[in-house]
């Protein structure tokens, strides 16, 4: 069954601490997404990448940064935790449009961290 | 301006009935796609169905359909018969042009009644 793991359900964290979300999927996926998600909201792109060592910014990439040495893995810093910053982070996973016989390529995503920051 | 809207913070059902759930996008890409997305309590997000702008048809799975206006720009969700299981957030999603990034809109929280 394919998956994409998140290391840690749930986080708590001080402020101005350096925090790390990690993600990995073992579908061979190019492209890689970081999303937050809080209530009446919705979800909101920080980062993604379409390639090993690629990045791109989403709509909120202020406070973010983001990591991505291996093509399975794809990290999410925080360099100075703030309380805005605690949400439900959510990171997720799929291939280039044309790749398959289809074009739906839908994301892959993982069970999500909570992240409360104090 | 949002690039895609859900209308309906909170919508209510009986069990058998059908409900639907409104989105509508905004995009001047004549491609793109649409997802909805179904995330229940215990967060994990599920992919329920998906139409592509060329698609000529709505897309069905099972007892979702997806009620594709392209003049209006809509995307509206269908359930047929609802089931104490539907209860949950729905998220509807856009991806435009070549790109895989999907923008998500703010979520319609449905509650199925016995």
């Known amino acids: 069954d394919v998956k994409v793991t998140q290391s840690s359900r749930y986080l708590v964290k001080r402020t101005g601490e350096k925090v790390f979300l990690e993600c990995v999927q073992d579908m061979d996926h190019e492209n890689m997404f970081w999303y937050r998600q809080d209530p009446g909201l919705g979800l909101r792109l920080i980062y993604f990448s379409y390639d090993v060592k690629m990045k791109e910014k989403g709509d909120i990439p202020e406070g973010y940064s983001v990591s991505r040495e291996k093509k399975e893995r794809f990290s999410l810093i925080l360099e100075s935790a703030s309380t805005n910053q605690t949400s439900m982070y959510l990171c997720?996973?799929?291939?280039?449009?044309?790749?398959?016989?289809?074009?739906?390529?839908?994301?892959?995503f993982g069970s999500g961290t909570q992240l409360s920051v104090l | 301006a949002q690039k895609i809207t859900q209308t309906q913070p909170g919508m209510f059902v009986q069990e058998k009935e059908a409900v639907t759930l409104d989105c509508t996008y905004d995009?001047?890409?004549?491609?793109?796609?649409l997802f909805w997305y179904k995330q229940p309590s215990s967060g994990e997000m599920i992919f329920l169905i998906y139409?592509?702008?060329?698609?000529?048809q709505n897309a069905t799975e099972g007892r979702y359909s997806l009620n594709f206006q392209k003049a209006r720009k809509s995307a509206n969700l269908v359930i047929s018969a609802s089931q104490l299981g539907d209860s949950a957030m729905y998220f509807c999603a856009m991806r435009e042009g070549q790109g895989t990034a999907l923008i998500f809109g703010k979520g319609t929280t449905l509650s199925v009644s016995s």
């Open positions: 997720a996973s799929t291939n280039p449009l044309g790749s398959s016989s289809t074009t739906n390529e839908k994301l892959f």
């Open positions: 995009t001047s890409d004549p491609s793109y796609g």
């Open positions: 139409q592509g702008s060329y698609d000529q």
